[in-house]
């Protein structure tokens, strides 16, 4: 009896020892590589430039979230086999490095893998503009005129915005808003605002894409007039000074909503020279966007 028991003790030894190897064996990983991504927009201009900044990806694998991640990032996926993966862009909050949200005008880019153990796939995410976003507003300067005007109680002689297409441009050889402050007149700002809309949607996504840079700041604002004629001057966002080309993401959402019903807008963008001896600013791809 007492040989019988230490049997039965050592076979559930081996048994316990057996399936602890089990549960410590590493399952061996196939891998998904983020690559930089592409906007297309419509050939026809409706939707504009193609200038998109995605830095961030927040990553589905089969409908579950994988969490988010930056551009060239190389994700270990456990499994094998057919897997849909699943990419929506990620932008910077208002321009906030520290608060990341999925760009709700982009529709979300899926492929399905054949993941195969220790293997790198790559995924390169091809954006597109949702099906119901409109575009109030469109600035791209390549175009005979111009969507934004002087706004001449501001105006002085020498202060401007001409289109150039030089190296300095976001596309050289295609053309950007450069600004020109030679006024040399004390505390002068350049305004340029947009035609009036009437009744913008509220509580819906909105949002403002501009691509600029800068050695000044650069003030984004709306006027907001009600019904009785009442107007209200928001500064909504100051672009600080950039030396390379930048990308904003502004939500004015929330300044619409608040605003109430039955306004018009203008979305204005000014700038001061201040104390730079040589202000430069160059501005471009200026949508303003939500979902209808």
């Given at each position: 009896?007492?040989m019988?028991?230490?049997?039965?003790?050592?076979?559930?030894?081996v048994?316990?020892?057996?399936?602890?190897?089990?549960?410590?064996?590493?399952?061996?990983?196939?891998?998904?590589?983020?690559?930089?991504?592409?906007l297309?927009?419509?050939?026809?201009?409706?939707?504009?430039?193609?200038?998109?900044?995605?830095?961030?990806?927040?990553?589905f694998?089969?409908?579950?979230?994988?969490g988010?991640?930056?551009?060239?990032?190389?994700?270990p996926?456990?499994a094998?086999?057919?897997n849909?993966?699943?990419?929506?862009?990620?932008?910077?909050?208002?321009?906030?490095?520290?608060q990341?949200?999925?760009?709700?005008?982009?529709?979300?880019?899926?492929?399905?893998?054949?993941?195969?153990?220790?293997?790198?796939?790559?995924?390169?995410?091809?954006?597109?503009?949702?099906?119901?976003?409109?575009?109030?507003?469109?600035?791209?300067?390549?175009?005979?005129?111009?969507?934004l005007?002087?706004?001449?109680?501001?105006?002085?002689?020498?202060?401007?915005?001409?289109?150039?297409?030089g190296?300095?441009?976001?596309?050289p050889?295609?053309?950007?808003?450069?600004?020109?402050?030679?006024?040399?007149?004390?505390?002068s700002?350049?305004?340029?605002?947009?035609?009036?809309?009437?009744?913008?949607?509220?509580?819906?996504?909105?949002?403002?894409?501009?691509?600029?840079?800068?050695?000044?700041?650069?003030?984004?604002?709306?006027?907001?007039?009600?019904?009785?004629?009442?107007?209200?001057?928001?500064?909504?966002?100051?672009?600080?000074?950039k030396?390379?080309?930048?990308?904003?993401?502004?939500?004015?959402?929330?300044?619409?909503?608040?605003?109430?019903?039955?306004m018009?807008?203008?979305?204005?963008?000014?700038?001061?020279?201040?104390?730079?001896?040589?202000?430069?600013?160059?501005?471009?791809?200026l949508?303003?966007?939500?979902?209808d």
């Amino acid at each position: 009896m007492l040989m019988f028991n230490r049997l039965i003790v050592l076979i559930s030894l081996v048994f316990v020892f057996l399936v602890s190897c089990k549960k410590m064996e590493v399952i061996v990983p196939s891998y998904v590589y983020l690559s930089p991504s592409v906007l297309n927009t419509k050939p026809d201009n409706s939707q504009g430039d193609a200038s998109s900044k995605i830095e961030d990806y927040y990553v589905f694998q089969n409908g579950d979230i994988r969490g988010l991640f930056s551009i060239y990032a190389r994700i270990p996926i456990q499994a094998t086999g057919k897997n849909k993966i699943r990419v929506s862009p990620g932008i910077k909050y208002n321009g906030m490095s520290e608060q990341r949200i999925i760009y709700p005008m982009f529709n979300y880019y899926e492929y399905e893998f054949d993941l195969v153990q220790n293997r790198v796939d790559t995924i390169k995410p091809v954006f597109t503009y949702v099906e119901n976003a409109v575009f109030p507003l469109i600035e791209d300067y390549d175009g005979s005129g111009l969507a934004l005007e002087y706004n001449m109680a501001t105006k002085q002689i020498g202060d401007s915005l001409i289109r150039d297409n030089g190296p300095g441009a976001f596309v050289p050889g295609k053309f950007s808003g450069r600004v020109e402050l030679k006024s040399g007149v004390t505390n002068s700002f350049l305004e340029m605002y947009s035609k009036v809309f009437n009744n913008w949607p509220r509580f819906t996504p909105f949002y403002l894409e501009l691509d600029y840079k800068c050695n000044i700041p650069i003030v984004i604002g709306m006027y907001a007039t009600g019904p009785a004629g009442d107007v209200t001057k928001t500064p909504l966002y100051v672009l600080n000074p950039k030396e390379d080309w930048n990308k904003l993401y502004l939500d004015i959402e929330s300044d619409i909503n608040r605003a109430g019903a039955g306004m018009q807008y203008r979305i204005f963008i000014s700038f001061a020279k201040g104390s730079e001896s040589n202000p430069s600013a160059w501005i471009d791809n200026l949508k303003v966007v939500y979902l209808d």
